[in-house]
């Protein structure tokens, strides 16, 4: 079975900085574009950064650019958000999730398997 389990979230003031881990298993993971999603409360699931499977091409959300950085570790099937400058709107669930075919945008509906998500909170 697939999964993706992220880890890495937490409590941080304003200006710091977390780095959350997506480690995924049951699939090729190398093959497949991977992407971070995140959602406050009362508010819709905004894509935060994709990567596509060699890490070669990224994209950002326009909030979190020159601030967030995603990459990953193929050998270790381990994706990663380093998130610096942390600003409390950054607060929220955030969800690692792999989709197929070619990797480009935050359409949610195209990424078939999700995490069960990890909490920032930045105060």
């Known amino acids: 079975d697939v999964q993706l389990v992220e880890s890495g979230g937490g409590s941080v003031q304003a200006g710091g900085s977390l780095r959350l881990s997506c480690v995924a298993s049951g699939y090729s993971y190398s093959r497949y574009c991977m992407g971070w999603f995140r959602q406050a409360p009362g508010k819709e699931r905004e894509g935060v950064a994709y990567i596509d499977g060699r890490g070669a091409r990224t994209g950002y959300g326009r909030d979190v650019q020159g601030r967030f950085t995603i990459s990953r570790d193929n050998a270790q099937k381990t994706l990663y958000l380093q998130m610096d400058n942390l600003k409390p709107e950054d607060s929220g669930m955030y969800f690692c999730?792999?989709?197929?075919?070619?990797?480009?945008?935050?359409?949610?509906?195209?990424?078939?398997?999700w995490g069960q998500g990890t909490q920032v909170t930045v105060s």
């Open positions: 999730a792999s989709r197929g075919g070619y990797c480009s945008g935050f359409d949610h509906f195209k990424y078939a398997y």
